[in-house]
């Protein structure tokens, strides 16, 4: 079974830190970016992050950028979303997800296997 599972999530003051890890297995992780979603309280799911394959290109929305960083170990299959500088506003329930292809999108729909997601809760 393809499965993406993530974690790292928690509860974190303003200013503070977490990594979220997303584990995968059961496809070849070489052939697939993966992209990082958060959906905030009574908003829409909105893309943050992507690391492609095969490691040509990342993407960042524009208000994590400087502060969130991506990357990925082929080796364990395993992308990472190390977040610093946390503010309220990134308070949301983060996901993982499979991109359909190389190269990373924004788009949701262009993402066919989602992790169960790691809630992140910055207290101000």
């Known amino acids: 079974d393809v499965q993406l599972q993530a974690s790292g999530g928690g509860l974190v003051q303003t200013g503070g830190s977490l990594r979220l890890s997303c584990a995968t297995s059961?496809?070849?992780?070489?052939?697939?970016?993966i992209g990082w979603f958060r959906q905030a309280p009574g908003k829409e799911r909105e893309a943050v992050s992507c690391?492609?394959?095969?490691?040509?290109?990342?993407f960042y929305v524009d208000s994590v950028k400087g502060r969130f960083t991506v990357s990925r170990d082929n080796a364990k299959n395993t992308v990472y979303l190390q977040m610093n500088s946390l503010k309220p506003e990134d308070t949301a329930v983060y996901y993982c997800?499979?991109?359909?292809?190389?190269?990373?999108?924004?788009?949701?729909?262009?993402?066919?296997?989602w992790g169960q997601g790691t809630l992140v809760t910055v207290s101000s």
């Open positions: 997800a499979r991109r359909v292809y190389a190269g990373c999108s924004s788009a949701i729909e262009m993402y066919d296997v």
């Open positions: 690391f492609s394959s095969p490691g040509i290109s990342v």
């Open positions: 059961g496809f070849s992780f070489d052939d697939h970016s």
